[in-house]
C-alpha cells in the first residue's frame, strides 16, 4: 500500500513568516500534486509537478520534488491570513490519487 | 469551476438506513470518483468510474455500491449506513484533456450517520 506522510500536522504562524510543509513516501509517483481546500469546500489543484528535482513557483509558494520522486515540499515565503487553509499532497500513480493527512495552516494576522 | 454538484450538500440519517448521494457534472467527463475525507486520513478513493456502466473500486470501497447510468450522474449509496460511514463525501472528475491525474472537486456532502 502506497503511503504519503505529510508534516506537520498543524501549522499556526504570524503574517510575515515563512513555512515549510513536507510530503514523504517510499513509494515512487509520476507525478505530485498539491491542493488547497477551505472550510466546506472541495480541494483547489495548485500545482502538479513531474520531473525528480523539479522546481515550480506560484507567487510566495515554492513547490520542490524529490529527485528520486518520493517526496515534495511546499514552501511559503511571507504567510498572509489568506493562505490559511488544508494543505494536501497527493501522489499519482496509474491516474489513481493517493492523499497524505494534510497539513491545517492557520496565519495569524 | 469545473461544473460539478453534489447533493445534498449535508445529511443526517439513522444506522441502518439507505443513503443515496449524487454528484451531477454538466462537462460529459468519462472519469469521475468519489472519496471520502476524515480528520487524519486526507482523501481515500472509495470508487471510480470510467463510463457509462463502468466502474470500480477503490481503497475503502467496503459497504458502498455505486452507479452510473448516464454521462453526468454518479450515484453513491450507502446500502445500511453505520456511524463508520460519517464523513465528508467528496466527487471528482478527470478532465478529457491534460495530465490524466489532474482531478477536479467538488464542493462535497457532510454526512452524519447517527
Sequence with gaps: TQLLEQSPQFLSIQEGENLTVYCNSSSVFSSLQWYRQEPGEGPVLLVTVVTGGEVKKLKRLTFQFGDARKDSSLHITAAQPGDTGLYLCAGANTGKLIFGQGTTLQVKP | ?114
Design chain 2, 1 to 114: 469551476d469545473a461544473g460539478i454538484t453534489q447533493s445534498p450538500r449535508h445529511k443526517v440519517t439513522e444506522t441502518g438506513t439507505p443513503v443515496t448521494l449524487r454528484c451531477h457534472q454538466t462537462e460529459n467527463h468519462r472519469y469521475m470518483y468519489w472519496y471520502r475525507q476524515d480528520p487524519g486520513h486526507g482523501l481515500r478513493l472509495i470508487h471510480y468510474s470510467y463510463g457509462v456502466k463502468d466502474t470500480d473500486k477503490g481503497e475503502v470501497s467496503d459497504g458502498y455500491s455505486v452507479s452510473r447510468s448516464k454521462t453526468e450522474d454518479f450515484l453513491l449509496t450507502l446500502e445500511s449506513a453505520t456511524s463508520s460511514q460519517t464523513s465528508v463525501y467528496f466527487c471528482a472528475i478527470r478532465p478529457e484533456t491534460g495530465r490524466r491525474e489532474t482531478q477536479y472537486f467538488g464542493p462535497g456532502t457532510r454526512l452524519l450517520v447517527l
